[in-house]
T-cell receptor
Framework: GAGVSQSPSNKVTEKGKDVELRCDPI?????LYWYRQRLGQGLEFLIY????????KSGLPSDRFSAERTGESVSTLTIQRTQQEDSAVYLC????????????FGPGTRLTVT | AQTVTQSQPEMSVQEAETVTLSCTYD???????LFWYKQPPSRQMILVIR??????QNATENRFSVNFQKAAKSFSLKISDSQLGDTAMYFC???????????FGAGTRLTVKP
């Protein structure tokens, strides 16, 4: 079916506001990942879901960041009290836990905190 | 922890020529996967090629091939007959077998010149 989708594609918010970023993985993909990519830089691992549990939350940069996943479906990444350093592209990816371990990425959400 | 190092922040190549991007990694694991991902200016991450560590034969995908040196922990990407559409950021990535936690290098920006 369709690939990984993310919404919104772009988000501009004022410092101090909360934002929610959404990811719809490929149907049937058990694993879901969130990465952060600052301008011109590499991918910073944030969190990984296996089903709706998160065995590795080590990448979340602060307690302002949280993520949840409903079953093996949609995930939301929430950033509370946004700061200017949160400005980045947030990439979501999913993969199947059977067969090849390839990650399939969404187009990302560009977050700008003013 | 696994680390992935890409020592070439930027490279350029003339159209139709060959270019090699370098990647080294550090792990104590014996069974793992290595990947090259491409991120064009549109920012959608696309899998280029995958190598399974237990396979001695280097992976190839059309104009893309790798030189996997397990003992040296080196995983370079060779692009033959470079095309303008190959212009992108290229990320090397590592995943431990059975772990599904993919970690990326900082990336190499490749420009193909006409």
């Amino acid at each position: 079916g369709a690939g990984v989708s993310q919404s919104p594609s772009n988000k501009v918010t004022e410092k101090g506001k909360d934002v929610e970023l959404r990811c719809d993985p490929i149907s049937g993909h058990t694993a879901l990942y969130w990465y952060r990519q600052r301008l011109g830089q590499g991918l910073e691992f944030l969190i990984y879901f296996q089903g709706n549990s998160a065995p590795d939350k080590s990448g979340l940069p602060s307690d302002r960041f949280s993520a949840e996943r409903t079953g093996e479906s949609v995930s939301t990444l929430t950033i509370q009290r946004t700061q200017q350093e949160d400005s980045a592209v947030y990439l979501c990816a999913s993969s199947s836990l059977t067969g090849h371990p390839d990650l399939y990425f969404g187009p990302g959400t560009r977050l700008t905190v003013t | 922890a696994q680390t992935v190092t890409q020592s070439q922040p930027e490279m350029s190549v003339q159209e139709a020529e060959t270019v090699t991007l370098s990647c080294t990694y550090d792990t104590s694991e014996n069974n793992y996967y290595l990947f090259w991902y491409k991120q064009p200016p549109s920012r959608q991450m696309i899998l280029v090629i995958r190598q399974e560590a237990y396979k001695q034969q280097n992976a190839t995908e059309n104009r893309f091939s790798v030189n996997f040196q397990k003992a040296a922990k080196s995983f370079s990407l060779k692009i033959s007959d470079s095309q303008l559409g190959d212009t992108a950021m290229y990320f090397c990535a590592f995943m431990k077998h059975g772990n599904n936690d993919m970690r990326f290098g900082a990336g190499t920006r490749l420009t193909v010149k006409p």
